[in-house]
């Protein structure tokens, strides 16, 4: 069972990144997906998540209406399309995922995470 993160990098504010979450060892189909983010000294934030169980999504307050979450069950992979974005979105970005039908935004939920990938914001 493993989660790769990829797309992090460099953009500028206002600019938009798209961080992709590949699922290998099983089927995301089934499984509930979450990003959480990090910047160091502090614990794992919650961002958004996707619930296998139909069209169901939680956004952080921080990131709603600029962060998109979306899976694709056929590639396996959870995208999070990230618009606008803001200095203080930097951070390592990481997702994690769990078996429930039910969302939820604490970290100690996820039973697998990926090795994150770092997003970095200039002013």
């Known amino acids: 069972v493993q989660l790769v993160e990829s797309g992090g990098g460099l953009v500028e504010a206002g600019g938009s990144l798209t961080l992709s979450c590949t699922a290998s060892?099983?089927?995301?189909?089934?499984?509930?997906i979450a990003w959480f983010r990090q910047v160091p000294g502090k614990g794992r934030e919650f961002v958004a998540a996707?619930?296998?169980?139909?069209?169901?999504?939680k956004y952080a307050d921080s990131v709603k209406g600029r962060f998109t979450i979306a899976r694709d069950n056929g590639k396996n992979t959870v995208d999070l399309q990230m618009n606008n974005l803001k200095p203080e979105d930097t951070a390592v970005y990481y997702c994690?995922?769990?078996?429930?039908?039910?969302?939820?935004?604490?970290?100690?939920?996820?039973?697998?995470w990926g090795q994150g990938t770092q997003v970095t914001v200039s002013s």
């Open positions: 994690a995922a769990q078996g429930s039908r039910f969302i939820f935004d604490s970290a100690e939920v996820y039973d697998y």
């Open positions: 060892g099983f089927r995301i189909v089934g499984t509930s």
């Open positions: 996707d619930s296998w169980a139909g069209s169901n999504t």
